[in-house]
């Protein structure tokens, strides 16, 4: 036959005649089996997924436009859509890739949206960012240092007013002792005004809102965006050249620099802040061949559903970085926290369901029957056996009777053991606290079991890992600072800076060893002369747990020397041996007067 088929293939050939289609009938079936259908049987081959541009929102990047990352997934082997698992009608096929191949890949944000969805993806991301924002951060003033520019200097010479006449020293004693005689408050500095008007500011922009969505949305989808809204157009104030500002439109001034000075962000122009998702922005250029310059792989400007917006106007926050070679891939994100705890989770959720599975049917109900009629094929044998089963299971309860044949069946149970059952599950789930560095007790509310058992240990050590991820935040927090500054001010004071407050506080116990280890501490100060009575009371003063914040006035006078400061007698002897003035602190004798 194949001999045949040979010799009318080429006579076709050299007649010029084209080959017949084949019909229906002579075609081969052939397996073509759905890709997703493997979901469900567990029996696909691990495949290697390429790394390819994600796929981007329609109108993320304008229509006569071209973005350096986009997708283009037609090339693939498998089949223009099968890869891309940035579409949910490939969710499920997606899930099971990534627990074969441990998470590798970027899932598409519609995917890591839908992850949001379970409480063991959006529980982390809430825990870290209410435990990063939870105390929040504390405005201070730091010292001012003398190094300062000549000409500013002479500057600062011209512009500022002579100063008053000198006061005599009787008369400032005087003025000193009106105020404390009538109980007036002391001035409020200016640093204490500024930084009253920042705190102000910070509530009514919602920056400490805005972060805690920028740290949940960085571990949802690995990166996350805000941005600035200045417009110099609605500023309050004229520029000090008395010339008008020109009218810029705000998409046109989105595509320039942002400059954090007063030219930049004149006074009364910043309009307020905007947390933006990654699905809607993509890279609108960046620098690939140069990996000395600054601005490598990192883009120096954005596309946000069509709109071009310079990246010094759209802080970008990622915390889990990729090299360089996948962050096209990422969409120039990283790598989220749900993708890391996508391996633990679904180990979780399978034992948990083969848990559940096994509890529901751990026994077996057996009939021990004559099966001679069943076997042989008697007609309707099988099917009143079967009717007769179906009667008991669908009645079986603890209400139900059984009926037997005691000469021929008997009535068994075979059940599987259930201990350790408990002990399984419960590893599974304290493993996906693994990626997350969160202890068990904040992310699940388990606490430790066994005699003296506590937490106070691993709380501690994940204060400290929370303290370092806010170093990560504190970069675009300070110029956030700076741009609330240049919009209540005009300026940004260098002296004003901030400090994340601590989680941890001390116990009132340990509040009082603190205060005596301070006491002793200034007393030892004094006594050698490093600093006076007056800068002792200042630094209780300014010291919030010190319990002596309402002081005001200088410190009161030491006692005089030779003078028993409880009798008021006269000492006799040389100082130090019961003679002169006592060392401060001490009584005379030597004896300390902390009791």
Same mark, same amino acid.
């Given at each position: 036959?194949?001999? *045949? ?21 002579? /075609? ?24 390819h ?16 990352? &986009? *997708?283009?997934?037609?090339g693939l082997?498998c ?15 997606? $899930?099971? &890739?990534?627990d ?15 992850l ?15 435990e990063?924002?939870?105390? !929040?951060?504390? &405005? ?30 009787a ?20 640093a204490?005004?500024? /930084? ?5 500011? &910070?509530?009514?922009?919602k920056v ?23 417009d ?27 400059? /954090?000075?007063?030219?930049?962000v ?35 400007? !954005? ?8 990246a ?22 990283g ?8 391996p ?8 948990? +369901?083969?848990? $559940?599975?096994l509890?529901?049917?751990f ?10 009629a ?8 099988a ?23 005691? +000469? ?10 259930? $201990? ?12 996906? @606290? ?13 606490t ?11 709380i ?7 303290r ?45 060893? /603190? ?26 003063? @300014? ?10 006035? $200088? ?41």
């Amino acid at each position: 036959m194949k001999f *045949a088929a040979r010799i009318r293939a080429g006579l076709r050939s050299w007649l010029g005649i084209k080959e017949p289609e084949p019909t229906r009938d002579q /075609i081969a079936p052939g397996l073509k089996i759905d890709p997703t259908a493997f979901v469900y049987f567990g029996s696909q081959p691990i495949i290697a997924r390429p790394i390819h541009a994600p796929k981007l929102f329609p109108g993320v990047v304008p229509d006569n436009a071209n973005a350096p990352v &986009l *997708a283009n997934d037609a090339g693939l082997a498998c089949g223009p859509h099968f890869v891309a698992m940035d579409s949910e009608q490939f969710a499920p096929l997606w $899930s099971w &890739l990534q627990d074969v191949n441990s998470g590798l890949g970027f899932p598409g944000y519609a995917y890591l949206s839908q992850l949001t969805q379970r409480s063991e993806y959006r529980s982390p991301a809430e825990t870290m960012a209410s435990e990063m924002t939870r105390e !929040w951060i504390q &405005l201070k003033t730091k010292g001012t240092t003398e190094e300062t520019d000549d000409s500013d200097e002479r500057q600062a010479d011209d512009a500022a007013p002579p100063p008053p006449p000198p006061k005599d020293s009787a008369e400032e004693d005087d003025a000193d002792a009106r105020m404390d005689d009538d109980g007036a408050e002391p001035a409020v500095s200016e640093a204490d005004k500024k /930084i009253e008007d920042l705190e102000a500011a &910070l509530e009514e922009f919602k920056v400490r809102e805005h972060f805690r969505r920028v740290i949940e949305q960085d571990w949802f989808f690995g990166r996350s965006q805000l941005f600035l809204d200045v417009d110099p157009s609605g500023a309050d104030v004229e520029q000090e050249d008395e010339t008008p500002r020109t009218s810029v439109q705000p998409v046109v001034l989105r595509t320039v620099p942002l400059m /954090i000075d007063p030219q930049g962000v004149p006074k009364g122009s910043l309009r307020g802040f905007k947390v933006i998702e990654p699905i809607w922005t993509t890279p609108y250029y960046y620098n690939a061949t140069d990996p000395t310059a600054k601005d490598f792989y990192k883009p120096i400007a !954005w596309f946000v559903l069509g709109q071009k917006i310079h990246a010094s106007r759209l802080l970008t926050f990622v915390a889990r970085e990729v090299p360089d070679l996948l962050k096209p891939a990422y969409n120039f994100g990283g790598i989220s926290m749900s993708q890391l705890m996508e391996p633990y989770v679904f180990q979780w959720l399978r034992t948990r +369901n083969s848990v $559940s599975d096994l509890i529901h049917t751990f026994s077996i109900i057996k009939l021990a029957t004559n099966m001679t009629a069943v076997l042989a094929g008697t007609t309707g044998a099988a099917k009143g056996l079967m009717d007769r089963m179906k009667l008991f299971t669908q009645n079986r309860d603890n209400q139900g009777v059984f009926l037997l044949d005691k +000469n021929q069946e008997e009535l068994g149970q075979e059940a599987v053991p259930l $201990s350790g059952l408990g002990e399984l599950q419960a590893q599974a789930q304290e493993h996906m @606290a693994a990626p997350t560095h969160i202890p068990l007790v904040k992310l699940l509310g388990v606490t430790p079991t066994g005699l003296n058992a506590s937490s106070e240990g691993e709380i501690k050590v994940f204060y400290d890992y929370v303290r370092s991820q806010q170093q990560i935040y504190s970069p675009h927090l300070q110029t956030v600072l700076e741009v609330i500054q240049l919009h209540l001010f005009g300026h940004v004071d260098d002296s004003i800076t901030f400090e994340w407050v601590p989680l941890t506080s001390p116990s009132i116990k340990e509040l009082a060893e /603190i205060r005596k280890a301070d006491a002793d501490t200034g007393v030892a100060y004094v006594n050698a002369g490093v600093v006076s009575a007056d800068e002792e009371r200042q630094r209780l003063i @300014a010291d919030p747990n010190s319990g002596y914040t309402g002081l005001s006035g $200088s410190a009161p006078e030491p006692p005089n020397p030779g003078v028993d400061p409880e009798t008021g007698l006269p000492i006799e002897g040389p100082p130090g041996e019961g003679g002169g003035a006592p060392p401060f602190g001490e009584k005379p004798g030597g004896e300390s007067t902390d009791e």
